[in-house]
């Protein structure tokens, strides 16, 4: 059974950084690109960043330079380093992994920047 489970989300103020850490079990860690993505009250989803298991990354242009994504292999995790918050960050943020043909989502953990 695949599952990708997130964790440290919570409230912060503008400016201030969070961690997030997603653990995978149920499947081969390097097989697939991790990624983060978000989902905003009234809003669709969308990349926050993704990351290879070669370790080429990418951003959303509205999170790069503040925000870092990161795996570590042999522990199964993809974390997001979120710095220089704002409220624009506001989210609830979901945990994804992706193959060729076929993807798996975390339930999500909800991020809160306040002004």
């Known amino acids: 059974q695949v599952q990708l489970v997130e964790s440290g989300g919570g409230l912060v103020q503008a400016g201030g950084s969070l961690r997030l850490s997603c653990t995978a079990s149920?499947?081969?860690?390097?097989?697939?690109?991790m990624g983060w993505y978000r989902q905003a009250p009234g809003k669709q989803r969308e990349l926050v960043a993704t990351?290879?298991?070669?370790?080429?990354?990418d951003y959303a242009e509205s999170v790069k330079g503040r925000f870092t994504i990161s795996t570590d292999n042999a522990k199964n995790t993809v974390d997001l380093q979120m710095n220089s918050l704002k409220p624009d960050d506001t989210a609830v943020y979901y945990c994804?992994?992706?193959?060729?043909?076929?993807?798996?989502w975390g339930q999500g953990t909800q991020v809160t920047v306040s002004s």
């Open positions: 994804n992994a992706r193959a060729r043909a076929h993807g798996y």
């Open positions: 990351i290879s298991s070669g370790g080429s990354t």
């Open positions: 149920g499947i081969i860690f390097s097989f697939y690109i």
